[in-house]
Structure formats: structure tokens, C-alpha cells
């Protein structure tokens, strides 16, 4: 249930923290609060949540992510097109930074700037394309690799165990010094395995599909580029055949901003 979730979080944001991992558990906290309250309406606990997680943090860009698509649904463009972009600058992702793209040009369609739009689309979609999706078959290799790492790991221990009962002399500690050589470097392939399967989580419980994204891109650069009365041949848009979709969709997009306008009469 979510209200039990909620109150499990705000208990976990209100603890006392005295280290790094502590504070991050509260970060993280703040972020799911954040979409809890994000998918629940409530726009604004969504947004005060958010903004609470730091720059410093692991979960800054998903928050920030959280905050682009809330300022959509609240119809904030600033807040939105300062998320997008802030995505694009901060983040190494690809797939990140794209999302950031087509947060940015929806703001800039949304204020009539089609062209730039179109742009910020064209840039973003030259990324996505030749991007892959998060592969199981790799997950799976690295776990692989992952399981001969500890086997290894353990064979060293062993051989630190054997060479602790020995008399220490000088042979041994150079064979003490070799071996604490080889365990650094493993230890190193551990962490990066640990990393790794962090990394891919988070991209696939936070980020939507590379395919959903390249889709919702392609179409809003469609859409952009019809508004802005230009045909770019060139666009590398893939042919779309349902053009009496797209010209509903511009339709709507013509309602909605009537109507943003009517409001700020």
C-alpha cells in the first residue's frame, strides 16, 4: 500500500544520520517519496521532495528527472526546460541526457519555439539511435565472471591464511607483499561488478525503455517540425505512417497552449 510505503519513507527521512550511507538512504527516501507523491497528483510534496536531494548525491539525476516530468504535468515549461537541461549538462548517460533533450523540447514546443525544438530533437536522436539497451545475456557474463573473481578471491585468502603460520622471513614477506598485489586487483574487480549491477538496476527501476524514449522523440520531432512548416528530408526520422495520428496529436498541442493562453489572460 502506498500509505504504508509513505510512512515507512518519512520515518527513514526524519532519522538522525552520521555517516555518508546513511544520508544517501535518506536521499533515496526523498526520491521514491517524491514519485510516490508524483504519481498520487500531489505535485507539490512531489516537488518539495525532490529538490531535497543534493547535487552530490547518486540520486540526483533521477530526482531531477522526477522534478522534468512533474513541471510537465503541472504545466511549469521553466521548471521543465531548467530540468532538461541541467539533465544534459550533468549527467554522462546517454540515455539520461536524452530524456533531458525531449523534457527541454517540450517546454520549447509548448512557447511555439518549433524550430528550436526540432533541433534539440534531431541532436537527441542521433544519440538514442545507436544506442543499445541493458542486456541480461551481459548480466549474465558478468555474473559469470563475477563468481570466478570470488573463487579466486578465496584462493588468495587461503594462501594469506597458509602464509600467516609460516616464520616470517624475508622470502615470506616478499610472497606477503605479492599476494596483497593480486588482492587489491581483485577486490577492484569485485566493486566493479557491484557497481556494475547498481548501475543496472537503477537504469532499469528509474529510467523508462531506450525504446520508449527513442519512440516519444521521434514522434514529438515529427510533430515539432510539421509546426514549424518545414519537411526536413533529411531529419533522420524514421517514415511515419499514420500521419493522421501525428495531425490529432498537433491538434491537441494547439488546444492545450489555447488554453494556457485563455488562462493567462
Known amino acids: 500500500k502506498s500509505a504504508d510505503a509513505t510512512e515507512a519513507l518519512e520515518n527513514a527521512i526524519q532519522a538522525e544520520v552520521a555517516t555518508e550511507e546513511q544520508r544517501e538512504c535518506v536521499n533515496r527516501s526523498l526520491l521514491l ?63 539520461i541526457q536524452c530524456e533531458g533533450a525531449l523534457l527541454e523540447a517540450y517546454s520549447q514546443m ?14 537527441a536522436y542521433s544519440k538514442i539511435e545507436k ?19 570470488r573463487e579466486s578471491y578465496k584462493s588468495v585468502a587461503q594462501s594469506a591464511e597458509e602464509l600467516a603460520l609460516v616464520r616470517q622471513t624475508s622470502l615470506v614477506l616478499k610472497m606477503v607483499d605479492s599476494l596483497h598485489v593480486h588482492q587489491q586487483n581483485k577486490k577492484e574487480r569485485i566493486d566493479d561488478f ?18 520508449k524514449i527513442k519512440g516519444d522523440i521521434e514522434y514529438a520531432l515529427a510533430t515539432a517540425e510539421k509546426l514549424s512548416g518545414k519537411t526536413a528530408p533529411q531529419a533522420p526520422v524514421k517514415e511515419i505512417e499514420q500521419q493522421k495520428e501525428i495531425d490529432k496529436e498537433i491538434e491537441k498541442l494547439k488546444e492545450e497552449m489555447k488554453k ?5 489572460q
Open 194 to 211: 557491484l557497481m556494475y549491477t547498481d548501475e543496472f538496476s537503477r537504469k532499469s527501476f528509474f529510467s523508462r525503455s531506450i525504446d
Open 33 to 95: 517519496i517524491g514519485y510516490i507523491f508524483y504519481e498520487e497528483l500531489s505535485l507539490s510534496k512531489s516537488v518539495t521532495a525532490l529538490r531535497k536531494v543534493p547535487q552530490s548525491s547518486y540520486f540526483y539525476e533521477d530526482a531531477l528527472l522526477g522534478l522534468g516530468w512533474t513541471a510537465v504535468k503541472a504545466r511549469q515549461w521553466a521548471d521543465c526546460a531548467d530540468a532538461g537541461q541541467t539533465l544534459q549538462r550533468v549527467s554522462d548517460k546517454i540515455i
Open 110 to 123: 509548448m512557447k511555439k519555439n518549433y524550430e528550436n525544438a526540432a533541433t534539440i530533437l534531431s541532436n
Open 260 to 264: 494556457l493562453e485563455e488562462e493567462g
Open 131 to 149: 544506442l543499445d539497451p541493458p542486456s541480461e545475456d551481459s548480466l549474465a557474463a558478468r555474473k559469470q565472471q563475477y563468481q570466478n573473481t
